[in-house]
């Protein structure tokens, strides 16, 4: 009965390889996010997924693409990894985009290592 | 100046004690706000809402001060399972549906027995 699930928990790989990163919520949510905790704890969104439609795209190298099939998948694929990109990703879920918002709920991380 | 701001601690405080973590947010338009948890290799999950006139949760209190652009969470008779970092986390509208969560680096918080 996980609510927010991503997979994999751990991924390991070498510098220049192309990685996916999937993320599921089953808490019939309408918005999905993906965010970046990097090696000082700071978490930062990179984006954002309104009904399969982005609406927040911070300033991310286009290496990083995310993709929705459908409102309750959120997937991230990255291109040519630099070792920069080794962090822990968090996917997160809320119920709609309202100023006073919803409560957004995380899933359990995906911590990648470039070798 | 960073869009949130937190001490980052650590604070070590013994069982039992009150401890009380200040935020300050920049943006004088932020819409609302919260505190997280997170425990060491987890998630951050909500602990609790915001608001102007104050709220209560148990042994935790929150207070938001709009005027100084400062938000409070005290706890009260701390336990050891309450050690974990807590993110101090502010909502921002960008006009229409985009509003996004800025998050504070986050206070380490560690209860000795």
């Known amino acids: 009965d996980t609510a927010v699930s991503q997979t994999p928990k751990y991924l390991v790989t070498q510098m220049g390889n192309d990685k996916s990163i999937k993320c599921e919520q089953n808490l019939g949510h309408d918005t999905m996010y993906w965010y970046k905790q990097d090696s000082k704890k700071f978490l930062k969104i990179m984006f954002s997924?309104?009904?399969?439609?982005?609406?927040i795209n911070e300033t991310v190298p286009n290496r990083f693409s995310p993709k929705s099939p459908d409102k309750a998948h959120l997937n991230l694929h990255i291109n040519s990894l630099e070792l920069g990109d080794s962090a822990v990703y968090f996917c997160?879920?809320?119920?709609?985009?309202?100023?006073?918002?919803?409560?957004?709920?995380f899933g359990p991380g995906t911590r990648l290592t470039v070798l | 100046r960073k869009e949130v701001e937190q001490d980052p601690g650590p604070f070590n405080v013994p069982e039992g004690a009150t401890v009380a973590f200040n935020c300050t947010y920049s943006n004088s338009a932020s819409q609302s706000f919260f505190w997280y948890r997170q425990d060491c290799r987890k998630e951050p999950k909500l602990l609790m809402s915001?608001?102007?006139s104050g709220n209560e949760d148990g042994r935790f209190t929150a207070q938001l001060n709009r005027a100084s652009q400062y938000i409070s969470l005290l706890i009260r008779d701390s336990k050891l399972s309450d050690s974990a970092t807590y993110l101090c986390v502010v909502n921002m509208n960008y006009g229409g549906a985009t509003n996004k969560l800025i998050f504070g680096t986050g206070t380490l918080l560690a209860v000795q027995p």
């Open positions: 997160a879920s809320s119920h709609r985009q309202r100023p006073e918002s919803d409560t957004q709920y």
């Open positions: 915001v608001y102007s």
């Open positions: 997924y309104n009904n399969k439609e982005l609406i």
